[in-house]
């Protein structure tokens, strides 16, 4: 097989590698620590009660 443009693949991949560089340089380390608990699903921290303890709040309140 022949490769038709050997210098825009080589360009390609140095552009790629540029980037992966600059990217690696220029962003904040990673905190594993910092991440939520597996199986939070987005919800957040527990709330001290159910949702059903909670006050009634009226509708025109707000």
């Given at each position: 097989?022949?490769?038709?443009?050997?210098?825009?693949?080589?360009?390609?991949?140095?552009?790629?590698?540029?980037?992966?560089?600059?990217?690696w340089?220029?962003?904040?380390?990673?905190?594993?620590?910092?991440?939520?608990?597996?199986?939070?699903?987005?919800?957040?921290?527990?709330?001290?009660?159910?949702?059903?303890?909670?006050?009634?709040?009226?509708?025109?309140?707000?």
């Amino acid at each position: 097989m022949h490769r038709k443009f050997p210098g825009l693949i080589a360009l390609f991949w140095a552009a790629v590698v540029v980037l992966l560089v600059l990217d690696w340089r220029v962003s904040t380390p990673h905190d594993r620590f910092a991440e939520p608990p597996p199986l939070a699903l987005g919800n957040g921290p527990a709330a001290d009660a159910g949702h059903c303890s909670l006050a009634p709040v009226a509708p025109n309140s707000r």
